[in-house]
């Protein structure tokens, strides 16, 4: 095995008894650019080897590279699409506060961990939250904090000296997957948040209809993700760190028509061009899609 990979235990119950799903289609070694593997968005094709916990059924990548170069891959990395689909991801996000509201009517204090450009921490400073994000990709968080004027910090979410019980509201948008230790992050939520906080999560389902189907074929399956939950060992990751699952339900998203059939080039070129050229020619290349792409949010409260 390559020096720049480990093998690990499961995140769960820390066994090591595990069986292989898939196998890696990616160089397990550092042949390929590490900035090139983390792009948020604009990430190289394929995965490492995914194996499944036979004790609790997490899945996860397996071995995969130490902390140190996976943490220097996203402070580095260089996205070209992420921001592209601001306008979308926006949308998204107001529907995704609406939500949030009805759990925590108060409009208090609020931390987007892994925040990307800020898109969440603007709709929310926009409604009167106090906002904080932290972020370890280097450009997209100034990318944030000049568009938006949100206070993003280009840190470890784990040594970011926070106040205990500082936040009513931790949130994670598509980000728990790609984190080293998802049980000492959840671990660090319930000690900011206060008394009866609320923890909101999404994660790509590896249990939906849609991931069996599609088996390697999953467009989730990627160097960027390392946990691959489905609702059962989501929720028991969540209430082993003491917090009490009020709903796991469908997540929806909005991305422009024309970005999705870019993006779906990786599973079919022929449609992709067809429906990019469609899309630019009746100029329906921005019209904004509401989509089920296999993912589920979660609510927690401490």
Not at 187 to 200: A, D
Request: hydrophobic letters at 40%.
């Amino acid at each position: 095995m390559h020096p720049a990979f480990k093998e690990n235990p499961c995140n769960i119950c820390h066994g090591t008894d595990t069986k292989v799903i898939y196998p890696a289609t990616l160089p397990e070694d550092l042949s390929l650019e590490i900035t090139k593997r983390f792009a948020p968005a604009d990430h190289a094709k394929g995965n490492d080897q995914i194996v499944q916990c036979n004790v609790c059924g997490l899945a996860y990548a397996n071995p995969r590279m130490k902390q140190e170069y996976i943490w220097q891959g996203y402070s580095e990395a260089v996205d070209t699409k992420y921001a592209t689909q601001a306008e979308e991801r926006i949308n998204t996000f107001k529907r995704t506060l609406r939500l949030i509201q009805r759990y925590v009517p108060a409009k208090g204090t609020l931390i987007d961990i892994g925040c990307a450009a800020g898109f969440f921490l603007k709709v929310a400073k926009d409604a009167d939250w106090n906002v904080k994000g932290i972020e370890p990709n280097k450009g997209l968080a100034e990318f944030g904090r000049a568009t938006y004027g949100v206070d993003i910090q280009s840190k470890n979410f784990l040594d970011s000296g926070l106040a205990q019980e500082s936040f009513d509201v931790v949130t994670f948008w598509d980000v728990l997957e790609h984190v080293s230790d998802p049980s000492a992050y959840i671990r660090e939520s319930y000690r900011l948040l206060k008394p009866h906080g609320f923890i909101f999560l999404n994660f790509p389902d590896f249990g939906s209809r849609l991931a069996r189907w599609s088996g390697q074929k999953w467009w989730f399956l990627s160097p960027v993700h390392i946990y691959y939950f489905n609702r059962s060992t989501i929720k028991k990751l969540l209430e082993q760190q003491g917090f009490t699952v009020k709903k796991i339900q469908m997540h929806w998203q909005t991305l422009a028509l024309g970005y999705l059939f870019e993006r779906f080039a990786d599973y079919n070129k022929t449609i992709s061009k067809i429906g990019v050229f469609l899309c630019n020619m009746l100029r329906i290349d921005k019209l904004p899609i509401r989509y089920y792409a296999g993912q589920a949010l979660v609510i927690a409260q401490k």
